[in-house]
């Protein structure tokens, strides 16, 4: 092996064919013979480029509808001979088999199918076998291959070539084949995938996890911890595939909570009227609906105006002026929706360090996704909390039924209690949040800051009373003991939502009882961790 091979025969069968023409020129320019296979080499021929088939090649048509066209001695011995081995070239020589020191492939477009929601039989059309084969060959055999996947990389092929006179360094062709097999591992990937869910294999023997790069980022969590931001490939409107229309680079800790804010927002749909939500930590601090997204966004922001300082902003509708006038009145680092008018980024271009998202519609809170987290050794795998209640799911425990009102806002505490990290207590009144309670070891102790910050925003924003007065608590799981109950009951809650089915459930109604609050089991519960 040298360190700089020359590249004198190259092998293209593309799926994709941007860019193909202006490489077909560019190495045809540099003296490199030109193979290829079907429509690659149809569009090779028609840019005015001489192409020798595959066929030559192997000696055999391309048969059973191009399913069998590259897999063949003459193809993968060009690929995987060692150009340094006596026994190799002896090889070579005797079967007529010519090194190919180029592959530029890319696969079936077996991700595309799956996006449009293609059907089985032409999902299966789109798995690509030769071309895999080609790649895994190829990259093996790196010391003496250059193997090229992706269309982003011909300018660096060319560029590659232009400064070693027609060659490629070890270097390079060692970083196109860890990019090669990425690739293909990712591919298979998606394919396994999607076989597993076509047969109804909820838990596979082996499962596989791919992603794209989509930005190096500039630290994790913490400045001391490396961090980048992959994609899925998934088509679910959400920060991976929004628009950014201003701003810096989004972080780590941007898309973490920007996700977040998303994700609940998109549980209250634009037919119900607008609904904001205000997440820092990945906690929701204020979450209301609204006649406007305006005063949804100034109920959401009177929760806690504390906390919204710095936050993330999600809203359900199309931005409009009103509300991003109002959005600017205070530091927010990132705002995302599904759209904006142009007089809403007019108002955001004023302010350089926004973060603008635009995702074009809201992700759909019942599409059952996997989620992941990692632990030691291994990997937790469940379905996305897509659970949700209907009004006759709900069963009404104690011996005062809840007001017509009470119900509206517990089911809203309810859906927001789903977002906050357990153990989660929300007090709801007029369809907005007045207090959040999040992530305590305790339920007792997550009521007493709910009602703490109820408490809060009373003081700054001139209210006569605590709005925990009247309002509705949702817990996330169940009242393991009345304490927790009886601190809403304290802070002046009048109705309670929560799943219910503690050993001490008698305790607890009965405690809701002497105390006069409506209680809703829903036998559901939402823990988040």
Not at 131 to 149: D, E, L, S, W
Not at 445 to 463: H, Q
């Amino acid at each position: 092996m040298t360190d700089h091979t020359p590249v004198r025969r190259a092998l293209l069968s593309v799926s994709d064919k941007t860019g193909l023409a202006e490489l077909g020129r560019a190495l045809a320019a540099r003296g490199v013979e030109l193979l290829s296979t079907g429509g690659s080499a149809n569009a090779l021929r028609e840019a005015g480029l001489d192409v020798r088939d595959v066929s030559e090649v192997t000696g055999f048509p391309e048969m059973m509808d191009g399913r069998v066209k590259t897999l063949h001695p003459g193809v993968h011995g060009g690929l995987l001979a060692l150009r340094d081995d006596e026994a190799h070239i002896a090889a070579m020589d005797e079967h007529g088999i010519g090194a190919i020191d180029l592959l530029v492939v890319n696969l079936y477009p077996f991700e595309a199918a799956l996006a449009r929601g293609a059907g089985y039989g032409e999902m299966i059309e789109n798995i690509d076998i030769g071309g895999p084969a080609m790649i895994r060959a190829a990259a093996k055999n790196h010391a003496f291959v250059t193997t090229i996947v992706d269309v982003e990389d011909y300018d660096a092929l060319l560029a590659e070539l232009e400064a070693h006179d027609g060659q490629t360094s070890y270097a390079f062709r060692q970083r196109q084949a860890q990019i090669a097999y990425a690739r293909t591992g990712a591919y298979d990937a998606a394919v396994s995938t999607w076989m597993a869910s076509a047969i109804g294999e909820e838990t596979p023997r082996r499962r596989v996890f791919a992603g794209t790069l989509a930005q190096g980022l500039r630290y994790g969590e913490n400045p001391h911890q490396g961090a980048a931001f992959y994609t899925s490939g998934s088509a679910r409107p959400g920060v991976a595939t929004a628009t950014q229309h201003q701003g810096k680079e989004l972080s780590y800790n941007n898309i973490n909570d920007t996700d977040a804010a998303f994700e609940l927002v998109s549980e209250f749909s634009p037919e119900d009227g607008p609904a904001v939500a205000i997440i820092k930590h990945a906690n929701p601090c204020g979450v209301a609906r609204g006649a406007t997204l305006r005063e949804a966004y100034m109920k959401a922001f009177d929760c806690d105006r504390t906390s919204a300082f710095g936050g993330i902003i999600a809203l359900n509708g199309t931005l409009d002026g009103e509300t991003a006038e109002a959005i600017a009145g205070i530091f927010t680092e990132v705002v995302i929706a599904p759209e904006a008018t142009e007089e809403a980024l007019g108002i955001f271009a004023r302010k350089k360090n926004l973060r603008l998202l635009t995702t074009g519609a809201l992700a759909d809170p019942r599409d059952a996704q996997a989620s992941y987290r990692q632990v030691a050794g291994g990997l937790l795998v469940q379905d996305k909390d897509t659970g949700q209640v209907a009004p006759d799911d709900l069963k009404v425990v104690t011996k005062r039924a809840p007001t017509e009102a009470e119900m509206a806002d517990m089911r809203f505490a309810w859906t927001v209690a789903k977002h906050v990290k357990s153990n989660a207590i929300v007090y709801a009144k007029g369809a907005a949040t007045v207090g959040v309670g999040a992530g305590q070891m305790s339920r007792l102790d997550s009521s007493t800051i709910a009602a703490l910050k109820a408490g809060r925003m009373a003081a700054e924003c001139g209210l006569p009373e605590s709005p925990a007065r009247g309002s509705v608590v949702a817990s996330d799981a169940f009242f393991p003991f009345p304490d927790g109950l009886l601190a809403a009951a304290e802070a002046g809650a009048t109705a309670v939502i929560q799943p219910g089915g503690s050993m001490r459930d008698d305790e607890v109604i009965a405690a809701a009882d002497e105390a006069g609050l409506a209680m809703v089991l829903t036998g559901m519960r939402h823990f988040r961790h």
